[in-house]
């Protein structure tokens, strides 16, 4: 999935609480496991690097994703929390 497909879904996960708004207190990152990546929704396999997390404030809900999803997802919450407060 190209980098734009991801970020707009992302950002529909985080409108409606698919994604939480809240910072990681715990990230581990390795091989994935076969673990669905929370935000494109693809197989995370062995071959790639995964992220692994506790997001605080949401009862310490996991969230798995790709590295590179790690990323969008943490700009994108952060932009959108912005925007969706002021």
Request: proline share 3%; aromatic share 6%.
């Amino acid at each position: 999935m190209d980098t734009q497909a991801v970020r707009i879904l992302v950002r529909a996960k985080l409108r409606d609480g698919r994604l939480p708004f809240y910072k990681i207190s715990r990230l581990l990152a390795g091989p994935g496991k076969g673990e669905t990546c929370n935000a494109c929704d693809t197989l995370i396999t062995k071959e790639q690097l995964g992220k692994e997390g506790i997001v605080v404030g949401d009862g310490g809900r996991p969230l798995q994703v790709y590295a590179g999803c790690f990323q969008i997802w943490n700009a994108e919450r952060r932009t959108r929390s912005r925007q969706w407060t002021a």
